[in-house]
């Protein structure tokens, strides 16, 4: 089962950028689909952006043109890169792992962004 390990989160100021990374462990990622998502406390989570194996990406309306995703299948890695950062962006961020039937998501890492 993949284990996914997220990191970069932090503090950030409004206007700032942070970089958020997830490495997989017990699986190689190279073609298979990845996401971010994030979720503040008392909602649901939000879809934030996904990559195909193929590199196609996919973004949520809000973070298109902020955000990008991309990925490093040579480091079981999946990126998350997050400009112009503003207050509504503080969440817990989790990536995601498309296996056969549905999403496995890591613990995440915490952004906060201070105005």
């Known amino acids: 089962q993949v284990q996914l390990q997220e990191s970069g989160g932090g503090l950030a100021q409004a206007g700032g950028s942070l970089r958020l990374s997830c490495v997989a462990s017990?699986?190689?990622?190279?073609?298979?689909?990845m996401a971010w998502r994030r979720q503040v406390p008392g909602k649901r989570p939000e879809f934030v952006a996904s990559?195909?194996?193929?590199?196609?990406?996919n973004y949520s309306y809000p973070f298109n043109g902020r955000f990008g995703i991309f990925r490093d299948d040579t480091k079981n890695t999946v990126h998350l890169q997050m400009n112009d950062l503003k207050s509504e962006d503080t969440a817990l961020y989790s990536c995601?792992?498309?296996?056969?039937?549905?999403?496995?998501w890591g613990l995440g890492t915490q952004v906060t962004v201070t105005t």
């Open positions: 995601g792992f498309r296996d056969s039937f549905d999403w496995a």
């Open positions: 017990r699986v190689k990622i190279a073609g298979i689909s």
């Open positions: 990559i195909t194996g193929g590199g196609c990406m």
